[in-house]
């Protein structure tokens, strides 16, 4: 089936009846192919991809209706989502807009109200995905367990069957995981997380107005998220002092920023190659020594 027929197939999908007036490819990430649609009714954004993993852009659908449902920052509205053995396409509202000298406050405050959204426990009701990862999500009463059990192992364990995780590497890591709790703080609460926020997965809608995309949601310690945040940039200095402003972050978060920085980069590992290794390997370097 080729691109043009999906496309009209999906309009029909969420009662668009009318024509396609024009269409073009638009950047989308690597992951999925991704369209901008004018129909005879409204502009959408459509994402395509064939033989997608289970419940792929359904889950996608959930986080974006969960941050929806929280009330604290924009993002798109999904319009519908349709997967078969052989294809998937999620149907999003078109935004578009540039930034203004009050987008990087904006997007600091609203990511700051995310924050301050708290759930019922670390995790998340369902498993979800970041990038093309399976990403394992369930209910735990401690961050500690969770960030072991839910973020780390499920990585170690990909990167052992992909032989990215010499036995030096698996070693540090037995260590690291042991000893979590000297690292991370006990009392911290269940915040709302995007859980995949780089500098890519935000966008600018009208009056330069921020909205987040492609999440990895779950509840964790709302540290997780800033940390990644200084990982590979995109974000700028406004936007931190706009989120300390509501969130300050704690007193000893530079003590424990990498370690959170290390599921992202076993992440990349695992994506990407040995390339992100000597990363991973520095920051164990840093918790757990030689």
């Known amino acids: 089936m080729n691109i043009e027929t999906i496309l009209q197939e999906a309009l029909q999908h969420i009662g668009d009846s009318t024509p396609i007036q024009q269409y073009r490819r638009v950047h989308g990430g690597d992951i999925n192919d991704s369209f901008y649609v004018q129909s005879g009714k409204q502009q959408y954004f459509m994402k395509i991809r064939h033989f997608l993993p289970p419940r ?11 941050l929806r449902d929280a009330g604290a920052i924009h993002v798109p509205l999904v319009y519908g989502v349709k997967e078969t053995n052989d294809y998937g396409f999620l149907i999003l509202e078109w935004i578009e807009g540039k930034e203004t000298n009050k987008t990087a406050e904006q997007l600091g405050h609203a990511i700051a109200r995310l924050h301050q959204c708290y ?7 369902e498993d979800n995905y970041i990038g093309l990862l399976p990403q394992k999500n ?24 992909k032989g990215r995780m010499p036995a030096q590497r698996r070693n540090k890591f037995e260590k690291l995981l042991s ?3 000297r690292w991370l703080p006990k009392d911290c609460s269940p915040s709302l997380l995007h859980g995949d926020l780089w500098g890519g997965n935000w966008i600018v809608g009208a009056n330069g107005v921020p909205y987040l995309i492609d999440p990895a949601v779950f509840y964790g310690h709302y540290e997780f998220e800033i940390a990644f945040t200084e990982l590979f940039g ?13 969130m300050p972050l704690s007193s000893d978060y530079h003590e424990r920023k990498q370690l959170y920085q290390l599921f ?6 695992n994506l990407f190659g040995e390339a992100y290794g ?13």
């Open 138 to 161: 369930g209910w735990y009463e401690n961050w500690s367990d969770y960030f072991r059990e839910c973020r780390l192992l499920p990585q170690i364990t990909l990167a052992e069957q």
């Open 119 to 125: 759930g019922p426990s670390f995790g998340f009701a």
């Open 179 to 181: 000893s979590l709790e």
């Open 56 to 66: 792929f852009f359904e889950c996608e659908k959930t986080g974006l209706e969960t």
């Open 264 to 269: 992202y980069l076993l992440v990349h590992l």
């Open 234 to 246: 995109g974000f700028p200095s406004r936007f931190y002092e706009a989120y300390s402003e509501l």
């Open 278 to 290: 000597g990363a991973v390997d520095r920051v164990l370097q840093r918790y757990v020594g030689e």
